[in-house]
C-alpha cells in the first residue's frame, strides 16, 4: 500500500501476501481468545476484546492508507486488482440484512425468501453484461459524472446526485443502526452510545483515506465476515449430517423439515393451541367494539363466577382457578384494551405452519398467485436495483481496466455467493433443530440457549405455555429472524469465542458497507456538487477536505437519525433498492446502449421512474402513509395488482424506460461529440480513434 | 488497425452475446420462478425450483458473469481493442 509506483504485478503479489498473514493472524487470534476462555475469560470482556479489536484494525488500515490525492481519495488510485476489488465488493454489498438477517427471513418465509437470494446476486449479471465495463472505461469518480459527461449540463447531474443521496442515505441510516444493535449485544452498552462508536469505527477509516482506505479495509472485513459465517453453520452441519458441507447436503434436512411440518400440521395438541389464539382473537374483535362494557360485563362475570363457587361451596380447586382468572383480568379498561389489541393481533398465530420448500403458499389459486406476482417483482426490484446502486457501480471504477473489470465483477459475485448459498441451508437446519429437538420438549428441561435467548430479548425467542400442558407447541413459539444467525454458535454447541467472531462479523458487515454508502454521499456533494457545478477551479486539496468535513457532518445526521431508532427499518433498505433501479437504470444503460439518448428525456425519466416509485410507496405502506398523508395503519391497502409497496419500482422502471425513449425521440438528437463519448465507452481501447 | 466496420462488427457480437446471455438469465429467475408450483419435482432432495433458486441460479448467474468476460476480452485481443497491459 505504499505511494511508490510499482508494477501492477509486484502490487497483486504484495498484496496476496499482506492478506494471506493477516488471515493467518486472525485465525490465530481467535484461537487465542478460545485458550483464554477456557481458562475463564469473562463474556463481557470477550465482547470488548472483539470489539475493540476489530475496530483499531480497521482504523489501523484507514491510518496507513491516509491520502490527499483525488484519484487515491475518490477510486484508489485505480489499481486495485480484480480478486481484491471483488471482496471489497462483496463486503461492501453485504450489509448487516445479509449477514444476520437473511438466514432468518429464509426461516421465516421459506421459500418465498429465496427472492432475496436471487434478487442480491442476479443484479450481478446486470451488472457484469450491461453497466460495469462501459463505466469503467468511462473513468470518471461517480455516478453523477457519467450522467453529467453523457447527458450535458448540470440538471441530469443534479438529478444523479439527488438520488444518489437520497438511495444512500436511507440506506446508510439502516447499517448505523445495525451497528449499534450489534454493538449493544457484544458489550451490553446503550443503543445510543453503540450508535456512536461503531460511527467511530466507520469514520477513521473512510474519514482519512477515501475509497482508498475503505477498499482495504473492506477486503479485511470480508475475510472476517466468512469465516464468521461459515465456521457455525459447518459445525451445525457436522453435528446434524456428520459432512461439512452443509450446502450440499441439506437437502436431506429438508425432507426431514418436510415431515415434521407435517406432523405438526396434524397435531392435535397443536390444533388445540392454535384454537386458543383464534378464541383469543375473535373475542378480543368482539370486546373491542365497545371496550367499556366489554371491560366491566367480564370482571362482573368473574365476580360472580366466583361468588357462586363460594357460595356453593364447591371445590377448593375451583375457587382457586376461579380466583386465579379473576386476578388475571386487567386492572383498567386501557390495560384491557391493549390486551384485546395484543390478542387481536396475534390472530396470525392461529394458523399452522407453512411448508418451508412450498413456493407461494396461499389458501387459494388467487392468493397464490399474487404471492408469485410479489415474488416475481421483488426478485425483478432488488436485482435491478442492485445494478443501480451507486456504491456499488463506484467500485468498478477503482480497477486498472476494463478487462479486470470484468473479471472483477465475476469474483464479486463468487465472493457474494459463497455467503448466499450458504444462507438457506443454515435456515433449514436451525428449522430442524427447532421443530425435532425443542418443540415436544417439557418446559423444565429446555435447552440452555433456550433459556438464555428468552432472557435477553423476547422478540427474538419467546416461549409461553399457552395450552397449560407443560409441553412445547411450535405454536406456542415466537421467534425473531435475527436469532437464526446470533444463537447458531450456542445451538451448535460451540464455545462463546464464536459467538462473539459471529458479532465481529456482523458488525464487519455493516461497517463496510456504511463506509462505502458515506462515501458516496460525501463524493456526490463534494466532486459532483461542488466541484463540478459550482467550482470547478478548485485546487485537489480543497476539494478532498471539503469531501472528509461533509463526510463527518453525513455520518453523524445518520447516526442522530438511525438513534431515533426510525421504525421499519428494514422496509427502508429494500425501498432503497426499488428507488435506485427506478431512478439510475433507465438512463445507465440507455445511455451506454442507444446513442440517440437525449439529456431531456434522461433527466424527465429518471425523475418520473423516482417519482412514481416514490409515490406508490407512501401511498401503500402502513407506516409511510402514516407520517405523510396522516391516514391510519389499518385503512385497507389500495394496491395496484396486488403488488407490495417494496416491489413498487416495477413501475418505475418501465415507465422510465418508455419515457426516455419516446421523448428522445421527439427530441434533437444528442452532438457529435455525445456520441463519439458512447463509441469511445463502448470499446476499450479505440486505437483507430 | 481496426476499421469502422470492424468496430460495428464487434459490436454487434457483444450486442448478441449480451442478448443471449441475458435470456438464459431470464429463464433462470423469472421463467423458473413462474413455474415454480409446477417444477417441484424432488431434486437430490430438494424440490427442484427451491434448488434452483437457492444455488442452481447463483451459479449459473457466477457462470453467465465469468463467460462473457472470458468472451469479451478474448474478442477485444480479436478485433484489436485490448487494452495494453500494465508492466
Request: aromatic share 12%.
Amino acid at each position: 500500500m505504499s505511494a511508490v509506483p510499482q508494477s501492477q504485478k509486484a502490487f497483486t503479489a504484495q498484496l496476496k501476501k499482506v492478506y494471506g498473514f493477516y488471515t493467518g493472524g486472525f485465525v490465530l487470534f481467535v484461537v487465542l481468545l478460545a485458550i483464554v476462555e477456557q481458562m475463564g475469560l469473562p463474556r463481557a470482556t470477550m465482547g470488548y476484546v472483539f470489539l475493540v479489536a476489530t475496530i483499531l484494525l480497521y482504523a489501523g488500515i484507514g491510518i496507513l492508507s491516509r491520502t490527499n490525492d483525488a484519484a487515491e481519495y475518490y477510486v484508489a488510485g485505480r489499481r486495485v486488482p480484480a480478486m481484491f476489488n471483488g471482496m471489497a465488493t462483496g463486503s461492501d454489498w453485504m450489509s448487516a440484512a445479509s449477514f444476520i438477517g437473511m438466514a432468518g427471513t429464509l426461516y421465516l418465509a421459506g421459500y418465498n425468501g429465496l427472492a432475496f437470494i436471487m434478487g442480491w446476486t442476479g443484479g450481478y449479471v446486470l451488472v457484469a453484461l450491461l453497466l460495469a465495463p462501459y463505466l469503467r472505461k468511462f473513468g470518471q469518480f461517480t455516478i453523477p459524472d457519467f450522467l453529467g459527461a453523457r447527458y450535458g449540463g448540470h440538471i441530469p447531474r443534479l438529478i444523479g446526485i439527488l438520488i444518489a443521496i437520497l438511495v444512500s442515505f436511507v440506506y446508510v441510516v439502516a447499517q448505523i443502526f445495525g451497528v449499534g444493535l450489534i454493538t449493544t449485544r457484544l458489550t451490553g452498552v446503550d443503543f445510543q452510545v453503540g450508535v456512536f462508536l461503531g460511527l467511530a469505527g466507520i469514520l477513521v477509516c473512510s474519514f482519512l483515506g477515501g475509497m482508498r482506505a475503505v477498499t482495504w479495509t473492506q477486503v479485511a472485513q470480508y475475510i472476517i465476515l466468512i469465516i464468521a459465517y461459515m465456521i457455525p453453520v459447518v459445525w451445525l452441519s457436522v453435528k446434524q449430517t456428520g459432512v461439512p458441507l452443509p450446502q450440499l447436503v441439506y437437502g436431506q434436512q429438508l425432507q426431514k423439515v418436510t415431515a415434521l411440518e407435517q406432523k405438526l400440521i396434524d397435531d392435535p395438541k397443536e390444533k388445540e393451541v392454535r384454537q386458543i389464539f383464534r378464541d383469543r382473537a375473535a373475542a378480543a374483535t368482539e370486546a373491542l367494539k365497545d371496550p367499556a362494557k366489554a371491560f366491566t360485563e367480564g370482571k362482573a362475570r368473574l365476580e360472580k363466577d366466583l361468588t357462586d363457587l363460594r357460595a356453593a361451596n364447591a371445590d377448593p380447586a375451583r375457587i382457586k382457578a376461579a380466583e386465579e382468572a379473576l386476578g388475571r383480568w386487567p386492572k383498567d379498561q386501557a390495560a384491557a384494551t391493549a390486551q384485546w389489541n395484543r390478542d387481536r393481533g396475534a390472530a396470525g398465530r392461529a394458523n399452522p405452519p407453512s411448508r418451508h420448500g412450498e413456493a407461494f403458499p396461499g389458501k387459494d389459486d388467487a392468493a397464490r398467485d399474487v404471492a408469485r406476482r410479489n415474488f416475481i417483482a421483488l426478485v425483478f426490484c432488488l436485482m435491478v436495483g442492485t445494478a443501480a446502486l451507486p456504491h456499488i457501480l463506484m467500485r468498478y471504477y477503482t480497477t486498472p481496466s476494463v478487462k479486470e473489470a470484468r473479471n472483477s465483477v465475476t469474483w464479486s459475485l463468487f465472493f457474494i455467493f459463497l455467503l448466499y448459498f450458504t444462507a438457506p441451508a443454515l435456515a433449514v437446519m436451525v428449522k430442524y433443530v427447532m421443530y425435532s429437538d425443542v418443540v415436544g420438549l417439557s418446559y423444565a428441561s429446555l435447552p440452555a440457549w433456550v433459556q438464555a435467548w428468552t432472557k435477553v430479548d423476547p422478540s427474538l425467542l419467546a416461549i409461553t405455555d399457552v395450552n397449560r400442558d407443560g409441553i412445547v407447541q411450535l405454536a406456542e413459539i415466537v421467534i425473531g429472524g435475527d436469532i437464526v444467525v446470533l444463537a447458531t454458535p450456542e445451538i451448535a454447541g460451540l464455545p462463546y469465542v464464536i459467538s462473539g467472531l459471529v458479532a465481529a462479523g456482523g458488525l464487519a458487515a455493516a461497517l463496510s458497507t456504511a463506509d462505502g454508502l458515506l462515501l458516496t454521499i460525501a463524493n456526490a456533494l463534494s466532486h459532483d456538487l461542488y466541484y463540478k457545478m459550482m467550482d470547478p477551479n478548485a485546487p485537489t486539496s480543497r476539494r478532498v477536505l471539503i469531501s472528509k468535513i461533509l463526510l463527518l457532518v453525513v455520518a453523524v445526521l445518520a447516526a442522530y437519525v438511525a438513534s431515533l431508532r426510525v421504525a421499519d427499518i428494514l422496509f427502508l433498505v429494500s425501498a432503497a433498492f426499488s428507488l435506485a433501479a427506478a431512478g439510475f437504470f433507465p438512463a445507465l444503460v440507455l445511455g451506454v446502449f442507444w446513442k440517440r439518448t437525449t439529456g431531456i428525456a434522461a433527466s424527465i425519466g429518471m425523475l418520473a421512474g423516482v417519482g412514481v416509485t416514490f409515490w406508490y410507496m407512501i401511498a401503500t405502506h402502513p407506516w409511510l402513509r402514516e407520517v405523510f398523508f396522516g391516514t391510519p395503519r389499518s385503512a385497507p391497502q389500495d394496491l395496484w395488482w396486488g403488488i407490495q409497496p417494496i416491489s413498487a419500482g416495477v413501475f418505475g422502471v418501465p415507465l422510465g424506460f418508455a419515457l426516455i425513449i419516446l421523448i428522445s425521440l421527439v427530441t434533437r438528437a444528442p452532438s457529435q461529440e455525445t456520441q463519439d463519448l458512447v463509441q469511445n465507452v463502448r470499446y476499450p481501447n479505440l486505437k483507430a480513434a | 488497425m481496426a476499421t469502422t466496420a470492424k468496430l460495428e462488427e464487434y459490436w454487434r457480437r457483444n450486442l448478441n452475446i449480451t442478448a443471449i446471455l441475458l435470456g438464459v438469465w431470464f429463464v433462470v429467475t423469472f421463467v423458473v420462478a413462474f413455474f415454480a408450483r409446477d417444477l417441484s419435482f424432488n431434486f437430490f432432495g430438494w424440490p427442484f425450483s427451491f434448488w434452483v433458486g437457492a444455488q442452481g441460479s447463483l451459479v449459473v448467474y457466477i457462470l453467465i458473469i465469468w463467460f462473457y468476460a472470458r468472451y469479451m476480452n478474448n474478442m477485444d485481443i480479436e478485433y484489436g481493442v485490448e487494452e495494453e497491459e500494465e508492466a
